[in-house]
């Protein structure tokens, strides 16, 4: 049976990852080709942004209260298919509207986010935890393989099709996911129910919950923190790409190509991480990431040479699984089953809140110190950080599992 739901999970994951990817990447062309002015991006990702982090808490404990967790992704991906149609339906008719638009992809965006925290779930239900980091990395690879194809096949596409047959695409997409879940062999979630059955009318916060869970698991501070500045140096990676085209090859036409690099990076390690995972523990994945980030970073920006800072780019895709594979693994063991969906969307969530700072901050810092002050600041403090916690023994061995 696990091959069979492995096989699923992970093709799912693949298709799904693929639609969707398109549809984000078609949204966002499609309001700058309607809307010229560059505000209506900046304010379209501003909404994007806030409802991951307001329904992260009530989304994981629907996931955690949800008896039949098959039927519940069966349904959200469903509505994710008709959010879909409804913007096929508004482009068709040409309604050139701003917030009808916006409020639609957010609806996409509050459905899609279900689909990462049930599979979650599922897999602690389905497998033992020794098969965690396999099946972890066999997800990351398929949604790496995904993204790295997705933006490039857009724009292939728009120049072949209109948005019409991209978002057909994604809707096809759903038909497709939806009917391999169908054949997911999910027992209930019977075990994990008890304990919520008796509070699903009383409203407590996930974040109560992932904070007393900090306090009780103190050494997964390091790693978080860790998360939180990785996450601000990697949240402007446009800015980096665009950088990197500019100055070293004055063509801002390769920064596809540079984007497809990193993707290739992230794919390898991904790949990687599944065979390693037996060799190596998980504390020494993310000490190898930790100083992965510096070192990428220094050679992205630091230096003229169009290959060396492409070599950066891969060091810096290849460094992400390293560090999501085993906290998502490392969440999957340690987090109480029947609070997990709450407790680890709500920790995602709240590392997400520093992509702000590197979306505002970091751009600012470049335009006034360029690109190469920039690598070389980044380098020193983070290195610093990173040998600073491995020597202290920060990054503690009871995150292995």
């Known amino acids: 049976m696990n091959d069979k739901n492995t096989k699923i999970i992970s093709s799912s994951q693949f298709i799904n990852n693929f639609g969707t990817a398109m549809t984000r990447i078609s949204l966002v062309i499609l309001i700058s080709t309607w809307f010229s002015n560059p505000i209506y991006i900046g304010l379209y990702s501003f909404f994007l942004f806030v409802p991951g982090i307001v329904f992260a808490s009530p989304i994981g404990s629907l996931v955690d209260n949800c008896r039949n967790l098959k039927r519940l992704l069966v349904e959200t991906l469903v509505l994710s298919l008709l959010s879909v149609l409804a913007i096929l339906f508004i482009f068709c008719i040409n309604l050139r509207s701003f917030p009808l638009l ?103 916060s996930g974040f109560d919950k992932a904070y007393l869970f900090i306090r009780e698991n103190k050494y997964l501070i390091s790693p978080l923190i860790g998360a939180v500045i990785f996450n601000i140096i990697l949240a402007p990676l446009d800015v980096y790409l665009t950088q990197i085209a500019t100055i070293n090859a004055d063509n801002r036409g390769i920064v596809g190509i540079l984007d497809s690099l990193f993707s290739f990076g992230f794919l390898i390690s991904s790949i990687g991480y599944r065979f390693l995972s037996f060799r190596i523990r998980i504390h020494q994945f993310i000490s190898l990431s930790l100083l992965q980030v510096p070192l990428a970073i220094l050679l992205m920006g630091s230096t003229r040479s169009l290959m060396i800072s492409a070599f950066g780019l891969i060091i810096l895709g290849a460094s992400i699984p390293l560090y999501n594979i085993s906290l998502k693994t490392v969440f999957q063991n340690k987090i109480p089953e029947d609070d997990f969906g709450a407790i680890s969307n709500c920790l995602y969530a709240l590392i997400n809140l520093s992509q702000p700072i590197g979306l505002l901050g970091v751009p600012t810092f470049i335009s006034f110190c360029g690109i190469q002050k920039y690598s070389i600041t980044v380098f020193i403090i983070y290195i610093s950080l990173g040998i600073s916690l491995i020597i202290a023994n920060k990054i503690s061995t009871e995150l292995d599992v």
């Open 102 to 204: 916006v409020l639609l992809a957010v609806l996409y965006s509050v459905l899609c986010d279900f689909y990462t925290p049930i599979i979650s779930k599922i897999t602690m239900i389905i497998f033992d935890k020794r098969e965690y980091m396999k099946i972890n990395a066999d997800i990351s690879t398929a949604m790496t393989s995904a993204n790295l194809f997705s933006g490039v096949l857009v724009t292939v596409l728009l120049g072949l099709i209109n948005f019409k047959g991209v978002f057909e695409i994604d809707i096809l997409s759903y038909v497709i996911v939806t009917s391999l879940i169908l054949f997911l062999e999910v027992p209930d979630n019977d075990k994990f129910s008890s304990k919520n059955k008796e509070n699903r009318n009383v409203l407590v």
